[in-house]
Structures are given as C-alpha cells and as structure tokens.
C-alpha cells in the first residue's frame, strides 16, 4: 500500500534556526511524484516542489532545499535561517499509481517559527 | 486565468439537509479530485476524475457523489449531511506532463458545518 509519513506533528523554533521537516513514503512504483505543499494559516495550499523518482539530486531554492534518497524513502524539506513567515503547516505528497492525477498526503507538519 | 474555484466558502448545514460545494477550473487540466481536511488527518480523497464523463472513489467517498460533465467542473454533492462531514473541502485540478503529473493547483476550500 502506499503511504507517506510525517512522523513530526509540531515543530517550534526561534527566527534564523534551520528547520528540517522530515517525510517518509512507502510505494512499490518505481516510477512516482513526490510533493510538499504549504498551508499557511489563511488556509490555502501552496505548491512548493515536485520530484520525479527518478532524478535524485537535491534542490535548493533560496532559504528552501529538498533531499531525496530512494535509498531510505524519504523526502526531507529544509528551511535555512527560518522567518516568522514560515510558520504553516506543510504537507508531503505522493503520487498515486497510474495517471490519475491523486495524490496521497501525510499527516502535516506544523511549524512555529517565533520572533 | 482565475485558476480553481469552489463556491461557497462556508456552509453551515442541518443534518440531513442535501447541498452541492461548486468547483471549476479554467486550466483545461484533465484531473480534477476533492478532498476533505480534518485536524490532524492531513488531506483525504473523497473522489476523483481523470475526465469528463469519468469519476472514481478515493479514500473516503461514503456520503458524497460526484460527476463530471465538463472539463472545467466538478461539483461535490452531499446527499444527507451528517456532522461527521464537518470539514474543510478542497478541489484540485491537475494535468498530465509525458508519463506523470504535474503539481496538484487547490482552491480556496469551502469550510462546511454540519449541526
């Protein structure tokens, strides 16, 4: 079955910590999507990234990176030097099997960021 | 392009009570899915579709049905409200690049209660 973990419920840190969101993702696909969302609290979804399990290197734009290993399933999303405006819930994502355009989500992450 | 929109943004229901939560979408994309988002629970697939004239059930489709006569719309009927539908309902719209899927573009969500 496929699934996708995000073991952590709530992160708290000060401005200008570093923050990794961990997210876990079981399939037996070895082609699949992989996505993080961001859900602030005005409540609407924000597409940050999407990964084809193919392609493996890292991806870093500005204060945001993703590491992707098949090799432990995981999918990890990193915010340097956090702000304030981080704070949200985020989402990870897999694609589900065939085209069908689902995805299935983790349970969210919700991020503080105090000043 | 106004993206995806769902009317109306609240709802207050008495159980038992019937209604219809609007989406449409002007991206021509070919997927289109609801969801509902409960605390803690992430976001869970009500039902989905891979085009017109075509519709399926995703994880939690009891109490709901859908259709899909157009490409732009894919409206969520609720067939006799129960408070266990008190939830945050989101559409998404979705398109096919080659072999996979592109990212997931949400709505601004309807908010229901169900008394």
């Known amino acids: 079955a496929q699934k996708v973990t995000q073991a952590q419920t709530e992160i708290s840190v000060v401005e200008k910590e570093d923050v990794t969101l961990d997210c876990v993702y079981e399939?037996?696909?070895?082609?699949?999507?992989l996505f993080w969302y961001k859900q602030p609290p005005s409540g609407e979804l924000v597409f940050l990234i999407r990964r084809n399990s193919f392609d493996e290197q890292n991806e870093i734009s500005g204060r945001y990176s993703w590491n992707f290993q098949k090799s432990t399933s995981s999918f990890n999303f990193t915010i340097t030097a956090s702000q304030v405006v981080d704070s949200a819930v985020y989402f990870c994502a897999l694609s589900d099997r065939g085209n069908t355009g689902k995805l299935i989500f983790g349970q969210g992450t919700t991020l503080q960021v105090k000043p | 392009n106004a993206g995806v929109t769902q009317t109306p943004k609240f709802q207050v229901l008495k159980t038992g009570q019937s209604m219809t939560l609007q989406c449409a979408q002007d991206m021509n994309h070919e997927y289109m899915s609801w969801y509902r988002q409960d605390p803690g629970m992430g976001l869970r697939l009500i039902h989905y579709?891979?085009?017109?004239?075509?519709?399926d059930q995703g994880e939690v489709p009891n109490g709901y049905n859908v259709s899909r006569s157009t490409t732009e719309d894919f409206p969520l009927r609720l067939l006799s409200a129960a408070p266990s539908q008190t939830s945050v309902y989101f559409c998404?719209?979705?398109?096919?690049?080659?072999?996979?899927?592109?990212?997931?573009?949400f709505g601004p969500g309807t908010r229901l209660t169900v008394t």
């Open positions: 579709s891979v085009g017109a004239g075509i519709t």
């Open positions: 998404a719209s979705s398109y096919q690049i080659g072999q996979g899927i592109g990212e997931q573009y």
């Open positions: 399939t037996r696909d070895t082609t699949y999507y």
